[in-house]
């Protein structure tokens, strides 16, 4: 699935949001309770939406950003010739045949959307539409265009990359502006329009459905979008989606895209019920936090669940845990499955990370857990999530060989790597040298897969050089004991097995096995 703009919606609501005066005294919001009429449609027919656009565009308004970078050039393939200094001059470096390319700045701009929410020029967008477009990039300035073509030079006031919203301000008064409405009572097949500056082209208004609530789509831990199929395009991102009474419930932040990498009908916004309080928080110079467990979950798909006989979309499971942080302060531990927090479910339309995201930092949780097939409940006292650049995480590849890797060696004659050969694989024990050959972090401790049978599903899921820590929470350092627990599996009439596997410096993940017939 590829995104363009993806980013993260749910956010933390964290102490009570300050008051905020949107509007002078005596001025009425563009979508004020009963300035908008209502029409009857004709039976089968949706009604006409040019009133209530002719209201509305007025408030949304495009947004550019002006910015610069610093690319470094590719080093002169001609340097130590006769033909350094030449070509090296042709390509735009300095002439000294050295073959080091001289960094240049270049210039850049970004295209989005916003809605003013207030008379004196309060304008809310997508971070990602005013944010650096590439790493060391810097803004110099940000430009808001009305929908008569007036310019604005706007100042920035706050931004939340976690939520993917910012706040800007221009110096003017007496502008048209909207209010957000309730997100919370939108239901699955109401009209919505959306109103935005796709592709750079000038405002443009779509109109369609709202076509899901809660959609996940993988973004992050707030993660809980409107979904619709109103077109929303690359420059949509930042502008307003509107119920049928005017009111903002969405604020469009992402699109599902074909090859063409535009609209194909699958659009998604952060709900206003979740925008609104950050917007507050931004203006009022408050700072957001959030909550934060420390652990790294993982739902529970079809062959995790049959192989742990765990329920289907009710909990996840826990793949890694963070020392020191709220969760092994509780005492979770990886292959615990958390069902409950705080007395609401985990489900796939409320993951264990939005209703975390959601706690305020220093909150006493109950936590309902499932440990090796037993409930049992622990108490976390939840902790501050980190910056998203604290939390981002770079994946190693494997940059060795893997000649130390052999095909199953001594251990592949053992009845342990005989049972484990159901799973359709050939392990070792893992060595020193073996993890230093496949990338994998000197502290993991586990067996090494060293062949696959590709006809297995083993073979879709699993490759050469994956190292299996546990199975069915179980530890496994050598063929023996992974042989064990799938012989245990296969005795208790499961066809599944629950693997935790490691592939070189990415963090670990479950993975349901099935066994060979």
């Known amino acids: 699935m590829r995104y363009a703009y993806a980013i993260t919606g749910a956010l933390l609501l964290s102490g009570a949001a300050a008051a905020v005066t949107l509007s002078p ?45 610093q690319v470094q050039q590719q080093a002169n393939p001609f340097a130590g010739t006769p033909f350094g200094d030449l070509f090296g001059q042709l390509n735009g470096q300095q002439g000294d045949g050295s073959g080091n390319g001289q960094p240049q700045t270049r210039e850049a701009q970004s295209l989005g959307s916003g809605f003013l929410i207030s008379a004196d020029g309060y304008i809310v967008t997508n971070n990602h ?3 650096p477009g590439a790493k060391g990039a810097t803004v110099d300035s940000i430009t808001v265009i009305m929908i008569d073509r007036k310019e604005y030079k706007a100042k920035l006031i706050g931004r939340d990359p976690t939520s993917d919203l910012a706040l800007l301000k ?19 097949g109401d009209w919505v329009i959306a109103i935005g500056n796709p592709f750079g082209i000038g405002s443009t208004v779509t109109a369609g459905i709202v076509s899901a609530l809660h959609r996940v789509t993988g973004a992050g831990a707030y993660d809980r979008f409107i979904q619709t199929d109103a077109a929303i395009n690359q420059g949509n991102s930042g502008g307003p989606m509107f119920d049928m009474n005017g009111n903002v419930i969405g604020i469009n932040s992402q699109i599902f895209a074909g090859q063409s990498g535009g609209n194909i009908g699958i659009g998604f916004a952060i709900p206003a019920g979740d925008a609104k309080p950050v917007i507050e928080k931004l203006m009022s110079g408050t700072k957001i936090a959030r909550g934060y467990l420390g652990v790294g979950p993982q739902p529970i798909d079809d062959d995790i669940g049959a192989a742990l006989n765990l329920p289907k979309n009710h909990g996840e499971i826990l793949r890694s845990i963070e020392p020191g942080e709220a969760a092994a302060k509780a005492g979770l531990q990886v292959g615990d499955v958390v069902v409950r927090v705080g007395g609401k479910d985990v489900t ?37 999530r980190p ?41 070792q024990s893992l060595t020193p040298q073996i993890a230093r050959s496949i990338g994998v972090d000197s502290t993991v401790r586990g067996v090494v897969i060293a062949s696959v049978d590709q006809s297995t599903d083993a073979g879709q899921k699993l490759k050469r050089g994956d190292v299996i820590v546990a199975a069915n929470g179980t530890q496994t350092t050598t063929p023996a004991q992974l042989g064990a627990v799938v012989a245990a599996a296969k005795q208790a009439g499961r066809d599944q097995v629950a693997l935790l596997v490691v592939r070189a410096k990415s963090p670990p993940v479950f993975v349901g096995i099935k066994l060979r017939k």
């Open 348 to 384: 796939p339309d409320q993951s264990l990370s939005y209703l975390v995201a959601n706690t305020a930092p220093g909150t006493r949780v109950p936590l309902d857990v499932i440990r090796n097939g037993k409930a049992m409940s622990l108490t976390a006292t939840i902790g501050t």
């Open 170 to 188: 221009i110096d003017a008064t007496n502008l048209p502006y909207v209010r957000f409405g309730d997100s919370e009572h939108a239901r699955v």
């Open 25 to 69: 005294p005596g001025q009425t919001a563009q979508n004020e309770p009963g300035a908008i009429a209502a029409t009857v449609p004709r039976p089968g027919a949706p009604m006409s939406f040019a009133d209530m656009v002719a209201k509305l565009q007025p408030a949304v308004v495009n947004i550019s950003t002006s910015q610069h970078i």
């Open 129 to 131: 539409v005013v944010a």
């Open 387 to 427: 910056s998203e650049d604290q939390l981002a995480a770079i994946a190693g590849g494997n940059n060795g060989d893997d000649d130390a890797l052999g095909n199953g060696g001594d251990d592949s004659k053992s009845p342990g790597q005989a049972s484990a050969n159901a799973l359709g694989l050939s392990v």
